[in-house]
Each structure stands twice: as C-alpha cells, then as structure tokens.
C-alpha cells in the first residue's frame, strides 16, 4: 500500500516537472533581478533636516541641446518623488523641471519590466526582454547612445550608486544577453570608449575568474583608475573610472557623499567638449530600498538623487546648452502614501510589492528640447528623442 502512495507521487511529481521544465529557467532568472530578498518593513519616515532648494530660471525649451544629463531614479515612481519633498518641507530641486510627461515602461517579455529591458530601452530606443542589456529580442547588439556619441566625437560618461556593471549603467556600455554576466559586462567597459565613469564594482574588475585585471588595463589605455571619492573628485582632465566599492555602493547615510561629487566630477571633466557629451547618472538604491518596503530608506535615497539633480541645475541653467531629463526605469514596491506632514518632514508609506510594479513612472526635462517630453511616451521613444536632439542619426 505504502509503496503504491509512494509511485504514485512520484509520477505525478514527474508529469508537473515535465510540464513545468520549460519555464523553469525565466523564474530562475526572475529571481536574480530582486537585490533584497529578506524584508524588514519600515513604514514612517521620521523628519530631519531640510536642504535649501534653489530656483533656477528656465532655459529656452524649444532650441536643440548640445549636451544631454540623463537622470534615472531607479524604481522611483511618483510616490517616492514626493515622498521625498514632503520630507525636505515641500521642496525638492526636481520642481524646476515644467516640462513633465510619463513612461510606459513594459518590456518585449513583461508587462513588469526589470532595470535592464527599461535601461536597453532607454540606452538604445528597442524594447527587448527582462534581462537583455544592450541585445534586441533575438540577442543581437544594438548601438547605444554613449557609442553613437562617442563615433560623432561627444564624450560620454556614467555614475551609479550601484556597481558601473549593474542592469542600468550596463546597458550603456555592454552588449550581453543577460544581465547576471558581470564578468563580461565589466570587460566590455575596454571596448567601449566611456571618457568617465564612477560607481561601484571593483570585484568584477579585479577579482575575476579569468584572471584579468580590467583596472591594469584601463590605466594602460590611458586612465586614471581612483578608489576613492576625495581623490576621483580632484580630477580636473583625461579619463577617468572611479570604483568607488567592491560591488554596490553602502546606501544612504552610510555611503557619504559620493553622487553629489561625482555628478560634478563628471559633469567638469565631459564639458570640457568642444562638440557637447552625454552623460547618464543612476540614483540606483532608490529601488533597493523599495525592494525592501524601507521607507526611510526610498525618501533618503531619493533625497540624494534630488541634490544630484540639484548638481546638474546648476551646470545647465549657467551653460543654456544642456538637457536633463529625470525619470524612472520603472516603479519598485507599489509605494503609497498614507500620511505626511511639510513642516516635520515626517512621512508614513505602505508598499503593494517587494518588486517592481507595472504602473507608468514621471518623466521630467528641464532645458533646450524639454519641450518633446509631454505626455505619455513608450521608454524607447525617449531613447531615440535623445539620438535625434544631438543629431546622432
């Protein structure tokens, strides 16, 4: 009788294996997009001190950019936006930017999609699979806009918080069909011709399988390879690539600055182009501590991403030659506000989701072509409204 039991599980839990087999290898992969797997939820945010906010006056939005600062918030969603100014009293730099429109952000694969489809979409205007970083459904290399740039003579330039090979910062280098290959992802940082790039990710660089070293390597082409934020932020010409941490930066408050000097590094060393550059900057544990249902967290994070913001402003509204455009790649957690108070700064959120969520994210442009970021927009449109305004076609 027992033994009858036993032969019947046993079949059955082959047919459902069978059956089952082959999804097997997208939940596999699913599960390596999600950076926090335990969750220590943290609902209120309790106020602290407020930074002053600056008014910038606009810039003629109608006239074509010479230079483009791409801002993403990873996971930001709009409720993680004023989350963060209900915390800095009512205020966040981001309330310079007019011009506002939205992002639907699904993937080729998903409805919800993961920072590397939202990050190909916006790096090379195609919509392509949870997981691709630079490849097209079919896994074949699309131009990004960094390399675009570069071939027209631009110089280019990324910041992360996360480690440089991470989903985001990745797609503006890389060509790899999935997004968990760090190792190659890292190597295709010497065969692209970045000017500057600043983030965390020293492991994949330096202690690799293969038993290169990448830094060796950049230095023999030509760059200053610094570890640490006080001395990347003494850098005044040449290339530069700042590995600021092992892998992702420690968040806020642990990590100090290092995203408001490093957007002004870059942003010193890329302007110094006769012909313009570009430059992405990624507010990359935004999501992290979304993933995480942390409240002080997302608004500490996000307040940090604002003063970088803040950053930019002041270069642009001076240079009255450069776009910024601040967005999402997607939503994370499904963030709500339940409370708030402008005078305290206090905050109290509940989350939906320990992932990402499907909703369309804020799209904001402040400068010359702010004006062709209104209304709802698919992610690649603003991929390829970025190629067409520094001419790169």
């Known amino acids: 009788m027992i033994m009858r039991q036993l032969k019947f599980y046993y079949y ?13 290898p997208n939940l596999f992969a699913q599960e390596q ?3 926090n797997k335990k969750v220590t939820t943290i609902e209120e945010y309790k106020g602290g001190t407020f930074y002053p906010v600056q ?6 939005s109608k006239k074509s950019p010479k230079n483009i600062i791409l801002m993403i918030g990873d996971g930001m969603g709009l409720a993680h936006i004023y989350a963060a100014m209900t915390a800095n009293g009512g205020s966040l730099f981001l309330q310079n930017f007019i011009n506002c429109g939205f992002s639907k952000t699904y993937s080729s694969s998903d409805y919800i999609t993961d920072s590397a489809a939202g990050a190909t979409a916006l790096a090379c205007g195609v919509k392509s699979y949870n997981g691709a970083i630079g490849v097209d459904p079919d896994k074949k290399p699309v131009a990004n806009i960094c390399e675009l ?5 631009l110089k280019t330039g990324l910041v992360s918080t996360s480690a440089i090979n991470h989903a985001t910062p990745a797609c503006f280098v890389a060509h790899q069909s999935s997004r968990s290959s760090y190792e190659d992802i890292s190597a295709d940082f ?13 492991k994949s660089f330096e202690n690799r399988k293969d038993g290169r070293n990448l830094s060796k390597e950049l230095k023999d082409k030509g760059y200053q390879v610094l570890y640490k934020i006080e001395d990347i932020k003494k850098v005044q010409s040449g290339k530069l690539a700042g590995l600021t941490a092992e892998e992702h930066n420690l968040p806020m408050p642990e990590r100090g600055e290092m995203l408001v000097p490093a957007t002004e590094t870059a942003i010193n060393l890329l302007s110094q182009s006769k012909k313009g550059f570009f430059l992405m ?10 993933h995480n249902n942390n409240t002080t967290g997302v608004v500490k994070e996000t307040l940090d991403f ?5 950053a930019a402003l002041a270069f642009a509204s001076k240079n009255k030659e450069t776009l910024i455009i601040v967005l999402a790649d997607h939503e994370t957690g499904g963030m709500t506000l339940n409370g708030g108070n402008n005078k305290s700064g206090d905050v109290t959120a509940k989350f939906s989701s320990t992932d990402h969520t499907g909703i369309c994210v804020p799209v904001f442009a402040y400068g010359p072509g702010a004006d062709q970021f209104g209304g709802f927009m698919e992610n690649t449109e603003i991929g390829m409204k970025m190629q067409q305004l520094l001419k790169l076609q």
């Open 149 to 153: 740039a570069g071939k027209m003579g």
């Open 281 to 290: 900057v990624e507010g990359s544990e935004i999501d992290f501590l979304a």
């Open 190 to 202: 010497l065969k692209a011709n970045i000017d500057v790039f600043i983030g965390g990710g020293v």
């Open 33 to 35: 997009y999600k950076e």
């Open 306 to 310: 604002d003063r970088a913001i803040g």
């Open 55 to 60: 008014q910038y006056s606009q810039v003629d």
């Open 12 to 24: 059955r839990f082959l047919v459902i294996a069978i059956l089952f087999a082959p999804l097997a």
